[in-house]
C-alpha cells in the first residue's frame, strides 16, 4: 500500500510540473501565428503590455484587444526564442517576434497562480 501511494505522489507531481511547462510552450505557440485569442488563454487579471507606442496595465480582456490590435497592424510570420528560464515558480521567454512590417524583441513573463501559469506581462521592442 505504501509503494502505491508513493507512486501516486510521484506521478501526480510529474503531472503537475509538466502542466506549468505547457503554458508557456502554448503562449509561445500562440505567439508563432499571431492568435490573440489563444494568447489570452493564459492572461491573468491584469496584464502589463508595453509596445513601442503605448504602456499600460490592461484588464483580460482589453488586453486581448490590445494585443489582436498589434497583430493585425503587424502581422506574424514568425517568433523565434532566445532564451526561456525560470525563477521561483515563474518562468519567462525571450525571442524575436518576426512580423510583415520588422522584428520585434519580445519578453513573456508567467507566474504561477494556483495550478497553472498566469500570463503577467508581455513586452514588445523594435529591433
Known amino acids: 500500500m505504501k ?3 508513493t507512486i501516486i505522489i510521484v506521478l501526480f507531481s510529474t503531472i503537475s510540473s509538466f502542466s506549468q511547462k505547457v503554458s508557456i510552450a502554448e503562449v509561445v505557440a500562440a505567439m508563432k501565428v499571431g492568435n490573440a485569442a489563444q494568447v489570452a488563454r493564459f ?3 491584469n496584464v502589463e503590455i508595453s509596445m513601442p507606442d503605448k504602456s499600460n496595465s490592461y484588464s483580460k480582456s482589453q488586453a486581448e484587444l490590445v494585443l489582436k490590435d498589434f497583430f493585425s497592424n503587424n502581422p506574424v510570420k514568425g517568433f523565434d526564442i532566445i532564451h526561456k528560464g525560470e525563477n521561483a515558480g515563474s518562468e519567462y521567454c525571450i525571442g524575436t517576434l518576426v512580423t510583415k512590417n ?3 524583441r519580445t519578453t513573456i513573463f508567467m507566474k504561477q497562480k494556483g495550478e ?3 500570463l503577467q506581462e508581455l ?3 523594435n529591433r
Open 3 to 5: 509503494k502505491i501511494l
Open 43 to 45: 492572461f491573468d487579471t
Open 102 to 104: 520588422g522584428s520585434f
Open 116 to 118: 497553472a501559469q498566469s
Open 123 to 125: 513586452r514588445f521592442e
